[in-house]
Structure formats: C-alpha cells, structure tokens
C-alpha cells in the first residue's frame, strides 16, 4: 500500500463547497472579513462556522504560498 499524499487531504476537507461563502455574502462581507468576524474572542458562531472559517483562512494562507512559488519560478 502506498503512502497518501500530503495534498489529498484537500479534496476531502471541504464536505459542503460554497456554503461558507454563501454565509459570507448573506453578512454582506468578504470570505476573509466573515472569518475574522467568526473567529473573534467571543462570537457565537457555531462549531462548524467556525471550522469552516479556519478552513477559509488556512486556504488563503495556501494559495499565498503557491502564487509565490510560481512566480519566482517565472523569472529568468
């Protein structure tokens, strides 16, 4: 048996795709903003809001790393 790999936790990770981003425009806010807002000291956002704004968040974080490595592998 081979070893997953470290990226296949992506595909499963998200069980209801839009949905956050859905509560996000219901709030009249960004994806990042709503996070914010969920994850502040205090929110009474539920368990899984707040999973799924961490989840938002790491995402960002991730597409961050991976713009920047793409485009230091442009310049020559």
Do not use: C, E, H
Not at 1 to 6: Q, V, Y
Request: glycine share 6%; proline share 3%; no cysteine.
């Amino acid at each position: 048996m081979a070893p997953k790999k470290k990226k296949d936790w992506i595909g499963s990770a998200v069980k209801r795709p839009g949905v956050f981003t859905a509560k996000a425009k219901r709030a009249g806010m960004s994806v990042q903003a709503y996070a914010n807002k969920v994850l502040k000291k205090g929110s009474k956002a539920s368990a899984q809001t707040k999973r799924q704004a961490r989840l938002a968040k790491t995402f960002k974080k991730m597409g961050k790393k991976r713009k920047k490595k793409t485009s230091t592998k442009r310049k020559k």
